[in-house]
């Protein structure tokens, strides 16, 4: 697989109409794909003395967990209500098409953790943001955030205030 962004495929009115969305399942399931889009986001992060990846619901969770494999750390994820069982904070959040809300685990990681938090897109940031915002409730240090690819037509950059760097493997 010479780049793994050739197998992307954009669906057309997924999950609602007018939404295009990306789907990387093609992605992860070519395994050559797969280690190089995991190998170019671990890249930036690997001397960055990380304790762990915090990764988002649904995709971020793929995404993040083998990337917590590629550098030899933890991973915590950030889920939709009701899927942990032990006490969680939690936080309502907007997304491009509604709003929802997320929680981690109250114990998730110790204050003072250095972590990144990890999603699939980045489209209008909404739930990058939420996440970072539960991360920091633990009172981890957010050393920074990835994605798989940034939807650069919808300028959520532009609003990204933290300043922890965010980094993109693939802009459209």
Known sequence: MSD???LLR???DF???????KDITPVLA????????????????????????VGIESRGFILGAALAHALGIGFVPVRKPGKLPARTLSLDYALEYGSDRL?????AMPPGARVIVVD???????TLKAALALT???GADVVGAAVLLELGFLD?????????PLLSAAVF
């Open 4 to 6: 793994w962004r050739t």
């Open 10 to 12: 954009d669906v057309p």
């Open 15 to 21: 999950p609602r109409p007018g939404i295009l969305f």
């Open 30 to 53: 070519d395994a050559q794909a797969f280690v190089s889009a995991i190998a170019e986001m671990a890249a930036p992060w690997r001397d960055a003395a990380l304790d762990a990846v």
């Open 103 to 107: 929680q981690i685990h109250a114990d």
């Open 120 to 126: 699939d897109v980045l489209a209008t940031g909404g």
């Open 136 to 138: 920091r409730q633990q």
């Open 156 to 164: 959520a950059r532009a609003h990204w205030a933290d300043p922890a």
